[in-house]
């Protein structure tokens, strides 16, 4: 089956500690998306890529940056985590922006200690 | 700005009774809109997803749209505990992303 899937599952890392998250498709979906999800709060966009396309949020700090290298495969790197960084981290696919449902991963689920 | 606004509930409902869930949006230019079911811990799954002005029936689920008053439902019939979840609404505006409601938690009491 078509999947999206998240590596790891759960992490673990320190205060200031860089950590990078991983997300693969076999959807071939152009729209690979990363959200925050904190408890109880609604899933927070922080960037997309449209193929090759990078689109940042607005309000998204600089310590949370991407990478697609290829279609299949995006990356999340969190440069020095904070405790306010601890949330679930989804990636999501589109086969295109707007009308187009998105796919969800399984989610890491991010400590910062 | 663009809002989704959801009743975060809880919504409670006995089992076997039909499920309730409203979602309003506030741009007009508005043309997708989905609902997502969250379990505990877990990532959103897509339930339905609807683009035109009516109902739109999948299962026990159905979508209601209604663009005049800005508000879109997700009927749940024959609710089963399995359907304790916090459900999503999501709306696109054109081309532009998705624009997330907070969610309304849902549980069946059996």
């Known amino acids: 089956d078509a999947m999206v899937i998240q590596n790891p599952r759960y992490q673990v890392t320190q205060f200031g500690k860089p950590v990078t998250l991983s997300c693969s498709q076999t959807?071939?979906?152009?729209?690979m998306y990363w959200y925050q999800q904190k408890s109880s709060q609604a899933p927070k966009l922080l960037f997309h890529y449209y193929d090759k396309d990078f689109n940042n949020e607005a309000d998204t700090p600089d310590n949370f940056q991407s990478r697609r290298p290829n279609t299949s495969f995006c990356f999340l790197d969190i440069r020095s985590p904070g405790l306010g960084d601890a949330a679930m981290y989804l990636c999501?696919?589109?086969?295109?922006?707007?009308?187009?449902?998105?796919?969800f991963g399984n989610g890491t689920r991010l400590t910062v200690t | 700005q663009k809002e989704v606004e959801q009743n975060s509930g809880p919504l409670s409902v006995p089992e076997g009774a039909i499920a309730s869930l409203n979602c309003t949006y506030s741009?007009?230019?508005?043309?997708?809109f989905f609902w997502y079911r969250q379990y505990s811990g877990k990532s959103p799954e897509l339930i339905m997803s609807?683009?035109?002005?009516g109902d739109k029936e999948d299962g026990r689920f159905t979508a209601q749209l209604n663009k005049a008053s800005q508000y879109v439902s997700l009927l749940i019939r024959d609710s089963q505990p399995s359907d304790s979840a916090t459900y999503l609404c999501a709306v696109s505006f054109g081309n532009e992303k998705l624009t997330f409601g907070t969610g309304t938690r849902l549980t069946i009491i059996p």
């Open positions: 741009d007009r230019g508005s043309q997708s």
């Open positions: 999501a696919t589109s086969a295109r922006t707007g009308n187009s449902p998105l796919h």
């Open positions: 609807i683009y035109s002005n």
């Open positions: 959807l071939n979906h152009n729209v």
